[in-house]
């Protein structure tokens, strides 16, 4: 079974310690799997991680017509367009377009452009191409795809790469096939301090670290930056409030960056966010206050049907 073992994807340290085991879609602890903290930088991360044991399928019917994200995705492209309108770029990657409507709603501000995306799930990939005729749709995910590098001069990742198997591999791989002026728009929902992922408050590990058994990685947020440092200079950022259950607010945070030459490999810096994670961790209830149901023999089916949805507000 193919397996992942990994040293921290932020600072290289073997050196960790367990917080919990890693949950499989139904519910259950997984054997093998673990969720872990660095004890020299603090990044929380899924350690081994084994794309086999995390199943959880996407399709077509987890995006619904689209109508939630129009918002969204407008506001998104006016952002771009803001840094874009002079330089064209000609090549336009995106990794996790799911049907595509961003990519759509790029093309209309750059027509020119070549894009190309990558889309994991084949059934929605299908869906993607159907939307973007000219578009090289490839279904595959960033780990499995074969890539030139300087290929890129803009990659888009909007709420996917917490799910990369291999983390740092793949964000080394997207920064390799950036040109030598490119730029890489990356947004993410998924921290250490997260109150509340779209819709859904986090009030537990298993809220955390169990909404979505695809997710690897937690940072703090201004642990992401200094990650994202090492590989780019961060042009922009937005961080904008999306909504609020019992309270609990999900906040999406996007950072437009510019490649810069990798100076270091792995993060040496002083700061250490292993206090403040562990403390942001206290707050957690150890024990499951999943919503949906708390009938055993449900639990599996529940599970499944909440982490569908949850993929599917990830991405709104
Ligand atoms: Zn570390």
Not at 142 to 165: H, K
Not at 298 to 315: E, G, I, S, Y
Request: aromatic share 14%; net charge neutral; with cysteine.
């Amino acid at each position: 079974m193919k397996s992942l073992f990994f040293p921290c994807h932020m600072c290289g340290s073997y050196d960790s310690e367990m917080l919990t085991s890693a949950y499989l879609a139904d519910g259950s602890f997984c054997k093998f799997q673990q969720i872990v903290i660095c004890k020299k930088c603090g990044l929380v991360y899924k350690n081994p991680v084994i794309p086999e044991l995390n199943t959880l399928s996407y399709s077509k019917i987890s995006w619904g017509d689209g109508t939630i994200f129009k918002k969204r995705i407008s506001s998104l492209t006016l952002f771009l367009s803001g840094f874009f309108k002079e330089i064209s770029p000609k090549t336009i990657m995106e990794i996790g377009p799911g049907p595509g409507w961003l990519a759509m709603s790029l093309q209309e501000l750059f027509p020119a452009s070549k894009y190309i995306l990558f889309e994991a799930s084949q059934d929605v990939a299908e869906l993607t191409k159907q939307n973007l005729p000219n578009a090289t749709v490839i279904p595959a995910t960033i780990d499995e795809a074969y890539i030139n590098n300087d290929f890129a001069d803009l990659a888009i990742v909007c709420g996917v790469d917490y799910l990369f198997p291999d983390f740092r591999r793949a964000i080394e791989k997207i920064h390799k096939l950036l040109t030598i002026n490119g730029y890489l728009y990356i947004e993410r929902n998924v921290f250490v301090e997260s109150e509340a992922y779209v819709g859904f408050p986090i009030k537990s590990y298993k809220d955390l670290f169990g909404s979505n058994v695809l997710m690897t990685t937690w940072f703090a947020v201004d642990q992401y930056k200094q990650f994202l440092s090492l590989f780019f200079d961060i042009v922009s950022e937005k961080s904008f409030f999306h909504d609020e259950t019992d309270g609990f607010k999900c906040i999406i945070n996007g950072f437009l960056c510019k490649k810069k030459v990798i100076r270091s490999e792995y993060y040496h810096g002083n700061t250490s966010w292993y206090e403040t994670n562990m403390a942001s961790l206290r707050r957690l209830n150890k024990e499951s206050t999943n919503p949906i149901s708390t009938n055993a023999k449900l639990q599996p089916v529940a599970t499944k049907l909440w982490n569908t949805f949850q993929f599917w507000r990830l991405h709104e």
